[in-house]
Structures are given as structure tokens and as C-alpha cells.
């Protein structure tokens, strides 16, 4: 497996908990659910959006996320290939919310998070 980090991620003043998680769970869904050979997983921040505002994206190489699930994938339970409780999403969902901001999930040369969270001042 290969982690690749797009330049600097910069900082957000929040709960370094609540960072870590979103991270943690897109990586690790990232890890099961993808049978490729040669995983390769993309972290890069995607810039500013005022009002201390930062945007991220979390891709990884594999096939994407299933059609049938792919519009309520941050929806309790909805269970990918590998039968988890299909939670890690909603708490990624929950936690951005909390920072005001938005993620959406959608295929681009495999399953492509993109968010936002504003710092907490």
C-alpha cells in the first residue's frame, strides 16, 4: 500500500481527535474496500474557502464505490462489499458537521471524499 500526501496539508484549529478520525476512517475505508493489487491512496488539501475554512480530498485507485450505494453512502448501515456495519461514513459525516462544513463522495479513478471544515475559534 502506498499513502500519498499532495503537498502541505496545513493545519485546522479543532479537536486533533475529531481530525484524526476523519482521517483515520476514509483511510481505512480506502484499505477495505479496495481487492487491487498495488493500493494507492491520495490525501491532498484543495485549498481555502474563507471564513477559515480548509478542503480536503481522500481517493484511493481501486473500483469505486458501488452504484446502488453510492447516493447514501453517508446513510446509517449502508454496507459496502465487505459487510461492516457501515458506520465509519456517518461518523465522518457527523464530525464535519460539527466544523460547518460539507462532504460529498463520488468515483474518480476509484472512491474520490471530498470535505470541508472550518477551524473552531
Same mark, same amino acid.
Given at each position: 500500500?502506498?499513502?500519498?500526501?499532495?503537498?502541505?496539508?496545513?493545519? +485546522?484549529? *479543532?479537536?486533533?481527535?475529531?481530525?484524526?478520525?476523519?482521517?483515520? =476512517?476514509?483511510? =481505512? &475505508?480506502?484499505?477495505?474496500?479496495?481487492?487491487?493489487?498495488?493500493?494507492?491512496?491520495?490525501?491532498?488539501?484543495?485549498?481555502? =474557502?474563507?471564513?477559515?475554512?480548509?478542503? @480536503?480530498?481522500?481517493?484511493? &485507485?481501486?473500483?469505486?464505490?458501488?452504484?446502488?450505494?453510492?447516493? &447514501? +453512502? @453517508?446513510?446509517? @448501515?449502508?454496507?459496502?462489499?465487505?459487510?461492516?456495519?457501515?458506520?465509519?461514513?456517518?461518523?465522518?459525516?457527523?464530525?464535519?458537521?460539527?466544523?460547518?462544513?460539507?462532504?460529498?463522495?463520488? =468515483? &474518480?479513478?476509484?472512491?474520490? @471524499?471530498?470535505? *470541508?471544515?472550518?477551524?473552531?475559534?
Amino acid at each position: 500500500m502506498e499513502v500519498e500526501i499532495e503537498g502541505d496539508l496545513g493545519y +485546522v484549529v *479543532s479537536d486533533p481527535t475529531h481530525v484524526y478520525q476523519i482521517f483515520a =476512517n476514509l483511510i =481505512n &475505508n480506502a484499505i477495505k474496500h479496495n481487492d487491487r493489487a498495488g493500493l494507492k491512496i491520495q490525501i491532498a488539501k484543495l485549498g481555502e =474557502n474563507g471564513n477559515h475554512g480548509h478542503r @480536503f480530498m481522500v481517493r484511493d &485507485n481501486g473500483v469505486g464505490i458501488e452504484t446502488r450505494i453510492l447516493d &447514501n +453512502v @453517508f446513510d446509517p @448501515f449502508i454496507k459496502g462489499r465487505t459487510g461492516d456495519t457501515g458506520m465509519g461514513l456517518v461518523i465522518v459525516k457527523k464530525i464535519v458537521g460539527i466544523y460547518g462544513g460539507t462532504i460529498k463522495a463520488f =468515483n &474518480n479513478h476509484g472512491a474520490c @471524499f471530498e470535505f *470541508s471544515i472550518r477551524d473552531m475559534l
